[in-house]
């Protein structure tokens, strides 16, 4: 089984940045691809970004430009925010593909307000 806890998240102000940090313990020899995923209230949990175990990443159309979602070995997932804006708030998930199916962390909040 595979443990994941997301740290970094936070109140910020328009235009503003803040990075998140996923740690994953447990059976990590398992994981393939690692991901970023957001859930504003009302609203269904959406992928933000992902990455490969070779390193592919992907993201959402809303956020390319602005994130960036980074990986040291399969332990650590990272998620640069830059230019923050408002519809960005949600709770942050961080989610590890592995073999025996997805494993999620229990969330960050992050909200963008003046």
């Known amino acids: 089984q595979v443990q994941l806890v997301e740290s970094g998240g936070g109140l910020v102000q328009p235009g503003g940045s803040l990075r998140l940090s996923c740690a994953a313990s447990?059976?990590?020899?398992?994981?393939?691809?690692m991901g970023w995923y957001r859930q504003a209230p009302g609203k269904q949990r959406e992928l933000v970004a992902s990455?490969?175990?070779?390193?592919?990443v992907a993201y959402a159309g809303s956020v390319k430009g602005r994130f960036t979602i980074s990986r040291d070995n399969a332990k650590m997932v990272y998620l640069q925010m830059n230019n923050l804006k408002p519809e960005d708030t949600a709770v942050y998930y961080c989610?590890?593909?592995?073999?025996?199916?997805?494993?999620w962390g229990q969330g960050t909040q992050v909200t963008v307000s003046s």
């Open positions: 990455i490969t175990g070779g390193g592919t």
């Open positions: 989610n590890a593909n592995t073999v025996s199916g997805p494993e």
């Open positions: 447990g059976s990590i020899s398992r994981i393939d691809a």
